[in-house]
């Protein structure tokens, strides 16, 4: 059964969030057995947020990873929780020896930091 220890422990890795030129702000995730937290990016003089959503997956131990561009209406909204195809399609699982280095690599690299 999904937890949502596994994303308070990449959340914890991913670290402080900076403050200048950009907007950043967490949500919580939930998609049904998916416990985890999302992630905006709104950078400044832009008009889509960057939207990362992580959790244990349903169906495995491992981490998933959906990314959201705000370009495609409704692509990943959080009012709904109902990523598009597109979302889903691309999303990204990184295995339970790996996802503390490889899937916070891909996270902080889909939001910008270093």
Do not use: H
Not at 87 to 112: C, E, H, P, T
């Amino acid at each position: 059964m999904a937890t949502i220890d596994m994303a308070m422990k990449v959340l914890r890795k991913i670290g402080n969030l900076p403050k200048k030129n950009e907007k950043y702000w967490i949500e919580a995730y939930s998609n049904g057995r998916e416990q985890g937290f999302l992630i905006c990016y709104w950078k400044i003089n832009s008009r889509n947020a960057i939207r990362v959503a992580f959790s244990e997956n349903r169906n495995s131990d491992s981490l998933v990873v959906y990314v959201g561009d705000g370009k495609e209406t409704g692509q990943f909204d959080m009012t709904g929780n109902v990523p598009s195809d597109t979302v889903w399609n691309n999303a990204r699982y990184f295995s339970q020896d790996k996802y503390l280095i490889d899937g916070v690599k891909f996270i902080k690299k889909q939001l910008g930091l270093k």
